[in-house]
C-alpha cells in the first residue's frame, strides 16, 4: 500500500505563489516517478511536471518557466514551487507516483488563482 498525503493548496492571487507538497508513505520501489496533475472543473485531468528518482523533469508547456518540480527522496517527498500564478492555473492539484507499474493518487488540493 502506497499513501500520498499533499499539502499547500490555497488562495491566492493572480501573479503570486504557492508550494504544493505531496509526501508518500508505504511501500514505493525507490525507482519511481513522482508528479502533479490538475483537473480543473469540466475538464479533463492533465500532466502539469512530473520528476524521476534521478531528478528527471518533464513539464507541461504552460507552466514551463513558472512552476517547478523537486523532490527530496531520502524523505519520498515531491514539491511543486507555483509562480507568476494565473487565473487558468485554478484546478484541483493531485499528486501521483508511478512505482513497478503502479498508479497512486493523493487526494488533491484546491488552488485557486484570482484575478
Known amino acids: 500500500q502506497v499513501q500520498l498525503v499533499e499539502s499547500g493548496g490555497g488562495l491566492v492571487q493572480a501573479g503570486g505563489s504557492l508550494r504544493l507538497s505531496c509526501a508518500a508513505s508505504g511501500r514505493i520501489f525507490r525507482l519511481n516517478v513522482m508528479g502533479w496533475y490538475r483537473q480543473a472543473p469540466g475538464k479533463q485531468r492533465e500532466l502539469v511536471a512530473t520528476?524521476?528518482?534521478?531528478?528527471?523533469?518533464n513539464y507541461a508547456a504552460s507552466v514551463k518557466g513558472r512552476f517547478t518540480i523537486s523532490r527530496d527522496n531520502a524523505k519520498n517527498t515531491a514539491y511543486l514551487q507555483m509562480n507568476s500564478l494565473k487565473p487558468e492555473d485554478t484546478a484541483v492539484y493531485y499528486c501521483n507516483v508511478k512505482s513497478l507499474g503502479s498508479d497512486y493518487w493523493g487526494q488533491g488540493t484546491q488552488v485557486t488563482v484570482s484575478s
Open positions: 520528476i524521476t528518482s534521478s531528478g528527471i523533469t
